[in-house]
């Protein structure tokens, strides 16, 4: 049995359709929503989302953050940035994460700041493992 994926950004609709399953790193861990699952909203934090179907994985993203809503009708994902898997380089990120922690906190926001890191540490972690 199926379950209706949708993944929106700002910009587009990214993917829409029927799926086996995707796994979602959600606020407090990563978990999977299939057919039935129960329903849900949570936030997101940065991580991999990975669309599974035909008993594959399908698509695999880096999501920044965002919300994810589970219903009996389906699942919607809106995600603030997205960025195929394939497309993530490491080095650049090694690179903005070292800037990163040389800024001054004073000039820019500490909130702004460590969700960057967040989203640069959690890019470093994805790529070292695929």
């Known amino acids: 049995m199926k379950?209706?994926?949708?993944?929106?950004?700002?910009?587009?609709?990214?993917?829409?359709?029927?799926i086996d399953m995707v796994v979602?790193?959600?606020?407090?861990?990563?978990?999977?929503?299939?057919?039935?699952h129960?329903?849900?909203?949570?936030?997101?934090?940065p991580g991999l989302l990975e669309i599974h179907d035909d008993n594959s994985i399908s698509s695999q993203l880096f999501i920044e953050s965002g919300f994810v809503k589970v219903t009996d009708e389906g699942c919607i994902v809106l995600a603030e940035n997205i960025t195929e898997l394939s497309a993530l380089n490491i080095d650049k990120c090694k690179e903005e994460l070292s800037n990163i922690r040389n800024i001054d906190s004073k000039e820019e926001s500490l909130y702004i700041i460590n969700k960057r890191i967040k989203v640069l540490q959690a890019m470093i972690d994805i790529s070292s493992h695929s």
């Open 3 to 18: 379950i209706y994926f949708e993944l929106i950004t700002p910009e587009k609709i990214y993917f829409q359709g029927k």
């Open 24 to 36: 979602i790193s959600g606020e407090e861990g990563d978990f999977g929503v299939m057919a039935c």
């Open 38 to 45: 129960a329903p849900i909203i949570t936030t997101l934090r």
